[in-house]
């Protein structure tokens, strides 16, 4: 037993003097950081220098709209111009990182406009580690001159994507239902703008009332609902020609009609009797397949990214709430269940262009939120709340929802947009009230992942 | 009957018995010990955590006791003295406006409102100045406080008008307007105490006990290291799949806390391969950025010759 014991021991003994080496020779753990806070990059974006004495004006226009852009995202933080060691009097040399280093800035902007001999406007640009002292990126376009506000936009998305690793969302269009005139006699017009609220231009002149624009994949036609003589119906509206179409001729009335992700179908619902029930329907053949039957409401219509799958409202458990179903029709599951609030409602249910969330409409407690929830029903995160906040709609890379609030009163809706984080809610600049707003998918891709 | 009972048998279980017990209680007793002999070798390897503490938490406790023990001796508050005046000359010249008003100021207000409720009056001016003093000189300010009471003012103790009277004295001396005297009742116990306590009785006093690993703790460094990458970590990304993401990082460092070449890419997860990689190039951006890491230990150069790190945003959400 002795010699057991003792051999028991010494052999642990010498098992814990092994593990103890080989634990010594194994690689320490890794440390591990984990940062608590988000905050923006110091960005320094200095003023793209003009080719010609003619081109200092659209060289600083194209800085400024850069600047405002990665501003608003809400990752960068741009550095104050004034507060700049170093000028910059030729982009094709490096520059003295040092100098950036100084004011912590970690990456920099340097750029040239240059007009050409056949008019067109060239544009160049390079984005520069300042830690490592390498270059990022660098590119240059053409481009007519009245096009440079796009330019900084696709420079922007370009900055972007090679800072965080995903699509930006900058060279992309806004429509939404432009209010003016007084509450009760509101003259509402389709609108369409820059992303930043530049280049605002009517599409429609106010004289039927317009609701739910959305834009088709290609960013080229619009589908929206216009209540004019008689029941409203659904409308093809083409950007470029400004023409307009009737999509289908029902003896109802149509309701949120959505483009398919590819673009050859539109889906709405179509209201019978006392319910409305889910149709789509085929551009080209111009044949409608219904989707759903059920003595409720659905509505609000919204295809994955994959074109697989739909979400949409309907009130057939009482309450307005999420469901989600095959894009053919078949069983729905419902995906909303309010916590907090068993009384609450989901509406206006969007699915994100990356396929993660569908952003909705929460009423409850007296407040309109806007959030998000994963399409198998978890995760729900509201992401602001108020009086009245409604129609989110996804940017082109599922990273920003804009929306409207109204504030009530004699005031009228406005536009606004949020991480889907919940951070940076920011106001959209728009000339007079705005609704209903519908992002539109980037309009040039940029560089691939 | 008589039974015939060999003698040799009954020796020989007798000492069969003894051998018997002294085997069990010998050997019962090491089989006892052993396993606590393992237990400290399995904490200290298991989580480095312990040694953090032993370094630094314990130490604070620690401090006290030391200074109690030299609070006995009589000797140094006669070198405190001769310090004391040393530094009156280097205050005359430093006597800068800003800092003394501030901690004048605040007894001044608290001053007028202590005259309604005369009784607590006292007991609130005598700490005030205890908090503004270092704190590691708790009992030496006290007998240096009882000498100027006794010096300076002796009549305070005399009956609830003096007290008033006492109360009152305060507010026309207008301590806030004479910075001089505040910064002299500072500087000597910063000076004095601090020092004699740190040095003569407790050399290892800032990182911890004498008894700690704070000297040779390896998480130590570890901590402020973190810490100082932590400050240049700034992601972008926020969104909420953030806690996907993940970089694994190699570190090669010089002994001069320098890095010995660019941090090295080992591996990076995430749903997206694009986000992941811009993740890591952000961390690398702040490792570069955040260096010379000057503080890191040279004795313990080997263990933090290669650094392997893992930056991750799950807090971020």
Known sequence: MNRRRFMTLTGSTLAMLGGGRAFAQQAQPRLRIDPTEFQPVPIAITNFLPGSPSDGDVGNGVTQVITNNLKRSGLFAPIDQAAFIERISNIDVAPQFQNWKTINAQALVTGRMTRQPDGRLKAEFRLWDVVSGQQLAGQQYFTSPEYWRRIAHIISDQIYERMTGEKGYFDSRVVFVDETGPKERRVKRLAIMDQDGANVRYLTRGAELVLTPRFSPNSQEITYMEFGQGDPKVYLYNIETGQREIVGNFPGMTFAPRFSPDGQRVIMSLQQGGNSNLFVMDLRSRSTTRLTDTPAIDTSPSYSPDGTRICFESDRGGRPQIYVMAAGGGAAQRISFSKDDTNASYSTPVWSPRGDYIAFTKQGGGQFSIGVIKPDGTGERLLTSGYHNEGPTFSPNGRVLMFFRDPGGAGGPSLFSVDISGRNELKVPTPGFASDPAWSPLLSSTSGQ | ?317
């Open chain 2, 1 to 317: 009957m008589k039974v015939n009972v060999d003698k040799t048998l009954v020796a020989s279980i007798a000492l069969h018995v003894l051998v018997i017990g002294w085997g069990l209680v010998t050997f019962s007793s090491r089989a006892f010990v052993a396993p606590e002999e393992s237990l400290p070798i399995d904490i200290i390897s298991s989580d480095q955590l312990a040694q953090i503490t032993a370094g630094q938490k314990t130490g604070e406790k620690d401090k006290p006791k030391p200074k109690v023990e030299k609070i006995a001796e009589a000797k140094p508050e006669e070198d405190a003295v001769g310090k004391v005046t040393e530094k009156k000359e280097l205050i005359k010249t430093n006597s800068t406006p800003e800092p003394p008003p501030k901690p004048v100021e605040k007894p001044v207000e608290k001053k007028p409102e202590p005259p309604k409720p005369v009784a607590e009056a006292k007991p609130k001016e005598e700490p005030k100045p205890q908090e503004k003093k270092p704190d590691p000189a708790k009992e030496d300010p006290i007998a240096e406080l009882q000498k100027k009471l006794e010096t300076k003012k002796p009549p305070p103790k005399p009956p609830e008008p003096k007290v008033a009277a006492v109360q009152q004295q305060p507010k026309p001396k207008e301590r806030p307007f004479d910075p001089a005297q505040i910064q002299r009742e500072l500087d000597k116990r910063a000076t004095t105490r601090h020092e004699l306590t740190g040095t003569t009785m407790n050399a290892s006093a800032s990182l911890g006990s004498t008894t700690g690993t704070a000297v040779t703790n390896v998480a130590t460094w570890r901590g402020a290291f973190q810490g100082a990458v932590k400050r240049c970590f700034t992601p972008t990304y926020n969104g909420q799949d953030a806690d996907q993401y993940e970089a694994d990082i190699d570190i090669p460092m010089k002994i001069d806390g320098s890095l010995a070449s660019e941090p090295i890419v080992v591996a990076v997860r995430g749903p997206s391969r694009s986000i992941a990689q811009a993740v890591a190039e952000s961390a690398k951006r702040a490792i570069v950025q955040c260096q010379v890491y000057s503080f890191m230990p040279k004795q313990q150069y080997d263990s933090w010759k290669l650094i392997p790190m893992t930056f991750g945003l799950k807090d971020m959400l």
